[in-house]
């Protein structure tokens, strides 16, 4: 059982593999508690769909794909709150809109580029292709993103719980609302990487619901919620090894099992 565990560890791949999995397990479980409690879940699945785009362009071009994928949900993110605020445009039309286009420009990318198999990857995820520069990407978003978090989280708690009374005492509501907008579309580019566009928004949502399940309290929620993002990445990481498995599809299915479990363990109380 040890050697099953430790074996996959001599290839460096494994190594980054890992690492990549814990971190975005982490960085997903911590914003994705904000995310599920302000009902934004959609969001994030408009946003992992609007990365596509950028990907395609990247690829093409020879950039770094997760730059560019970066580039397309912080633009997606930021028309999204922008169309939002306009009476005429309710907010689930933009969120519903914009991404759909973006996907569309995506697939429309794809086959003009003819690389339907190079940029599966892209739709699924490879977390076992992550080479060391994703690593420090990912790194950084995650960074710079949980700061982030640790320095707004009272504001956003509060937010969360009652907006309105957090509006009435001067929390900036519509700055916080942009912010988590901003940081859950970098969120969603170092989530690409290991479950793919198309499967995201699971790893941002899925671990926080089978903890909600178990628990009320926010830090607790949280801190249940990277343990289960984080065990869920690495079975699809052992998955993929082992089995030859779709890494994202793994991960998603883990934290499906994950929230079936909690959800047996509330039932029984």
Known sequence: MMHFLTDPFHYIFIQRAVAAAVVVGILCACLGTFVVLRRMSLVGHALSHSALPGLVIAYLLGFNILGAAAVATVLAALLI???????????????????????????????????????????????????????????????????????????????????????????????????????????????????????????????????????????????????FAVLAALAGVFASFYLGLSSGASIVLACALIFGGAWLVRKTK
């Open 81 to 227: 709150g922008f169309l939002a605020k306009d009476e005429a445009v309710y907010e689930d039309t933009s969120i519903g809109m914009i991404p759909t286009v973006m996907f569309a420009l995506g697939i429309l990318l794809i086959s003009a580029g003819k690389s339907y198999r190079d940029l599966s990857a892209m739709l699924f995820g490879n977390i076992l292709g992550v080479t060391a520069a994703d690593l420090n990407l990912i790194m950084l978003i995650a960074g710079v993103s949980l700061l982030a978090l640790a320095l707004f989280y009272k504001e956003l708690k509060l937010l969360c719980v009652d907006p309105d009374y957090a509006k009435t005492i001067g929390v900036p509501v519509d700055l916080l609302r942009y912010g988590l907008l901003l940081f859950l579309a970098l969120t969603v580019v170092a989530g690409i990487q290991a479950v793919g566009t198309v499967l995201t928004n699971a790893l941002l949502v899925v671990p926080v619901a089978a903890a909600r399940l178990l628990t009320d309290r926010l830090g607790v929620m949280m801190l249940l919620s990277c343990a």
